[in-house]
């Protein structure tokens, strides 16, 4: 069998695929273009982290080492606690076994981790690629803002209460309880009242319970309450009963 259709065949293949224009990244002397929420690298927020652990533990790799200690905060009125925080020592990730699946940052609820799409930290050793919380913070400022919330959402709960208005003081000190702040007015949010029920909006009792004595030393429904409804009405004073009016 003659060789030449198969070395035309192949010359074919060479001359068409010579004049296609190239897809080979020129990196890394241009940068890739990234899609903006790429996992390149985890950054650490170090001023947000509680060292609540929350994220070692969660970490299906074991890769997120925290050392911490407890301070005493002094207290700052007289007569009052001391109180006790954490203090972060050491915070390092292992990114030779991190499997970028972005457990840590979704347990964390304080915002400290976040992804960022860094992802030029390649090192010669594989020892090299646990990094300390000195390199994970580095990489904070390369974390793109949040995405902008959709149309008509809710407030974020950070923003509402930012922007709320602070409480006032209330009117001649703490003497007056609920109703004199339901009267003054002061503050911008005025106590819930509790308003009985008026008694027409009982239902009728049945015939069976108008039948029989209600002994005074057994308690009576308005004894044991089931619902909210019934509190109300345990404390809304009832009309005699057909054996109290004779
Ligand atoms: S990064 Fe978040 S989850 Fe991890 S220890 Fe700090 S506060 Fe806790
Ligand atoms: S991305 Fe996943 S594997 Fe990597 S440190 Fe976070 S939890 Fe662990």
Not at 21 to 44: F, K, M, N, Q
Not at 157 to 175: L, M
């Amino acid at each position: 069998m003659s060789p030449l259709p198969g070395i035309l065949k192949g010359l074919v293949t060479t001359a068409r695929t010579a004049l296609r224009p190239s897809h080979t990244a020129e990196y890394p002397d241009v940068a890739p273009t990234l899609p903006p929420r790429s996992r390149g690298v985890i950054a650490l927020l170090e001023e947000n982290c509680t060292s609540c652990m929350l994220c070692a533990r969660e970490c299906p790799d074991w890769c997120i080492y925290i050392d911490s200690h407890k301070e005493t905060i002094p207290a700052t009125t007289p007569g009052g606690r001391d109180r006790q925080r954490n203090v972060l020592d050491r915070f390092a990730i292992d990114f030779s076994l991190c499997m970028y699946c972005g457990i840590c940052i979704e347990v964390c609820p304080f915002d400290a981790l976040h992804w960022s799409p860094q992802f030029e930290y390649a090192e010669v050793d594989i020892r090299d690629l646990l990094h300390e919380k000195d390199r994970l913070a580095g990489w904070m400022p390369t974390v793109p803002p949040p995405p902008a919330l959709d149309d008509r959402a809710a407030e974020p709960a950070e923003v509402a209460a930012a922007n709320k208005p602070p409480r006032a003081a209330p009117a001649g000190g703490a003497a007056g309880g609920a109703g004199a702040g339901a009267a003054g007015g002061s503050g911008p949010r005025m106590p819930r009242t509790v308003r009985p029920r008026p008694a027409t909006a009982r239902p009728p009792a049945t015939p069976a319970d108008a039948g029989v004595p209600t002994d005074a030393g057994v308690p009576t429904d308005a004894g044991a309450p089931t619902d909210a409804g019934a509190v109300a009405d345990a404390e809304t004073p009832k009309p005699p009963a057909d054996g109290d009016a004779s």
